[in-house]
């Protein structure tokens, strides 16, 4: 299965999930814990990555990889847990739930609907999980993120 992620270029070799770790804020996993942020399109990756820019800057230096990760059983979330939108709000409740997957380590991914597009999906990757090795950069290119919807 082929997913995407954008960051600066100057992380585009590194898949390991540190730079998640080491920022407040995230939405599935709190500060401390490793999670790789993947989404299953570039567009998605760039609707995500505007929310937490202020709204007057202009990301240079980007690049997208595509990544693959094995067509294997995802962590899926019982639907309910979405219905109420309280989740999107709340990161201490995703967090709370996104450090138990990471902890537990019986699943390399986790399948949840973008809080920006619920029609689409983030696939959060375990970097403490066995099969972790299995996860691969495709291709790196640069992304110029351009147009609407970052223009000052």
């Not at 070799?13 to 814990?33: A, V, Y």
């Not at 993947?38 to 929310?51: G, K, R, Y």
Request: glycine share 2%; charged share 25%.
């Amino acid at each position: 299965m082929i997913v995407y992620r954008v960051c600066s270029s100057k992380y585009a070799t590194n898949i390991s999930g540190e730079s998640s770790r080491k920022q407040k804020n995230n939405r599935w996993n709190s500060f401390g814990t490793p999670m790789l942020y993947t989404s299953d399109s570039p567009a998605l990756c760039a609707v995500e990555i505007h929310q937490y820019l202020p709204p007057s800057f202009i990301p240079v230096d980007y690049s997208l990889l595509k990544i693959e990760i094995p067509d294997e059983d995802h962590l899926l979330i019982d639907e309910a847990f979405f219905e109420d939108k309280v989740w999107i709000d709340q990161l201490a409740i995703t967090q709370r739930f996104g450090d138990f997957f990471i902890e537990k380590k019986e699943h390399l991914i986790m399948k949840v609907p973008s809080a920006m597009i619920s029609s689409c999906f983030n696939y959060l990757i375990n970097p403490m999980h066995k099969d972790f090795n299995e996860v691969t950069i495709v291709n790196s290119m640069t992304f110029p993120m351009e147009g609407k919807l970052f223009r000052k």
